[in-house]
């Protein structure tokens, strides 16, 4: 199977920035669609942003401007670039990528959760 390991969150003032990660490794042929969605307390998981093979991007309204999305396809890692941070993006982000295995199946993966804390 596949496993995705998530690094980057922590504790970081508003207006500061942060910079996650997500990298993959496993039995892979291909990813297709990576992504990065959060969960606050109480709340349910929200996208944040996806991106495509091809490199088309898609964000959340709450964030556009301030977040961006890159990959490497080389490494399988997905990056989140977040700037001028605000409380209300704090939040446990998860990674999900869009996994073809060798066999041609296509299923969904998802990273463990790094916490992303922003002070007012």
């Known amino acids: 199977q596949v496993r995705l390991v998530e690094s980057g969150g922590g504790l970081v003032q508003a207006g500061g920035s942060l910079r996650l990660s997500c990298a993959a490794s496993?039995?892979?042929?291909?990813?297709?669609?990576m992504g990065w969605y959060r969960q606050a307390p109480g709340e349910q998981r929200e996208l944040v942003a996806t991106i495509t093979r091809g490199r088309s991007t898609n964000y959340a309204d709450s964030v556009k401007g301030r977040f961006t999305i890159s990959r490497d396809n080389a490494k399988n890692t997905v990056y989140l670039q977040m700037n001028s941070l605000k409380p209300e993006d704090t939040a446990v982000y998860y990674c999900?990528?869009?996994?073809?295995?060798?066999?041609?199946?296509?299923?969904?993966?998802w990273g463990q959760g790094t916490q992303v804390t922003v002070s007012s």
């Open positions: 999900n990528f869009r996994v073809v295995n060798f066999g041609y199946y296509e299923y969904d993966s």
């Open positions: 496993g039995s892979i042929f291909s990813i297709n669609t």
